[in-house]
T-cell receptor, first 111, second 117 residues
Framework: DAKTTQPPSMDCAEGRAANLPCNHS???????VYWYRQIHSQGPQYIIH???NNETNEMASLIITEDRKSSTLILPHATLRDTAVYYC????????????FGKGMKLTVNP | DARVTQTPRHKVTEMGQEVTMRCQPI?????VFWYRQTMMQGLELLAY????????DSGMPKDRFSAEMPDATLATLKIQPSEPRDSAVYFC???????????????FGPGTRLTVL
C-alpha cells in the first residue's frame, strides 16, 4: 500500500472550513484514498473515501487531484467536536483490507 | 444505531496474569479486526478474521497472544502471560468485508484500555 504524508497539526477557527491535505505521490491506479479520524479516547471513525472523483457525504468532501498524487479533506463548517487526529490512508479495495495507520494530523478547532 | 461493543472498557492487571478482551461485532458483519494503540507505535493491526476464520495474525506476538471467534457474535483477544509492555488500548473493528467493491468501511469499538503493572 502506498504511503501518505500529512502535516503533523493544523488549527482552524470554529465555523470555518477546514482543509486537510494529504500527499500520496506513489499511489497506484487501483488504490483508494480513505480518511478516518480519532477523537480523543475513542475508536477511529470512518469519514469518506474515493478513487479519483471528488466525493461528498454528510460529514465531509474529498477532493482528489487529477494526477491522484494528493487529496484534500474538507470539513465545510468546522465545530469544536471536529477536533481530532485525522488519518489519510491509501489502499487497494478488494485487497487485504488492512488499514495501515500513520501518525495522522491533529486538527484543533478553536472557538 | 448498530455499534461494535468491547468489554471490559478498562483493565488493570499484574504482570503474568491472563487477560481476555471481548468484542461483539455489528450484526451481519463478516470481518473482525483487532488493533492495538500505544503512544510510541500508534495504531497497529494485530489480527483479523473473515467469516470467523483467521486471515492474518502477522502483527500479533504469537507466544503470548491469541485471537479467536467462537461464534459470529463474539471475538476474543487473549494475552497469557501479560507483560507491562502490553499496556495499550486495544480496539476491535468490524466490517462487511470487501468483495471487490468500495464498501469496506471498518467500524471501530470504544476500545479496552489495558494496564499491566
Amino acid at each position: 500500500d502506498a504511503k501518505t504524508t500529512q502535516p503533523p497539526s493544523m488549527d482552524c477557527a470554529e465555523g470555518r472550513a477546514a482543509n486537510l491535505p494529504c500527499n500520496h505521490s506513489t499511489i497506484s491506479g487501483n488504490e483508494y484514498v480513505y480518511w478516518y479520524r480519532q477523537i480523543h479516547s475513542q475508536g477511529p471513525q470512518y469519514i469518506i473515501h474515493g478513487l479519483k472523483n471528488n466525493e461528498t457525504n454528510e460529514m465531509a468532501s474529498l477532493i482528489i487531484t487529477e494526477d491522484r498524487k494528493s487529496s484534500t479533506l474538507i470539513l465545510p463548517h468546522a465545530t469544536l467536536r471536529d477536533t481530532a487526529v485525522y488519518y489519510c490512508i491509501v489502499r487497494v479495495a478488494g485487497g487485504s483490507e488492512k488499514l495501515v495507520f500513520g501518525k495522522g494530523m491533529k486538527l484543533t478547532v478553536n472557538p | 444505531d448498530a455499534r461494535v461493543t468491547q468489554t471490559p472498557r478498562h483493565k488493570v492487571t499484574e504482570m503474568g496474569q491472563e487477560v481476555t478482551m471481548r468484542c461483539q461485532p455489528i450484526l451481519g458483519h463478516n470481518t473482525v479486526f483487532w488493533y492495538r494503540q500505544t503512544m510510541m507505535q500508534g495504531l497497529e493491526l494485530l489480527a483479523y478474521f473473515r467469516n470467523r476464520a483467521p486471515l492474518d495474525d502477522s502483527g500479533m506476538p504469537k507466544d503470548r497472544f491469541s485471537a479467536e471467534m467462537p461464534d459470529a457474535t463474539l471475538a476474543t483477544l487473549k494475552i497469557q502471560p501479560s507483560e507491562p509492555r502490553d499496556s495499550a488500548v486495544y480496539f476491535c473493528a468490524s466490517g462487511l468485508g470487501s468483495t471487490g467493491t468500495r464498501t469496506d468501511t471498518q467500524y471501530f469499538g470504544p476500545g479496552t484500555r489495558l494496564t499491566v503493572l
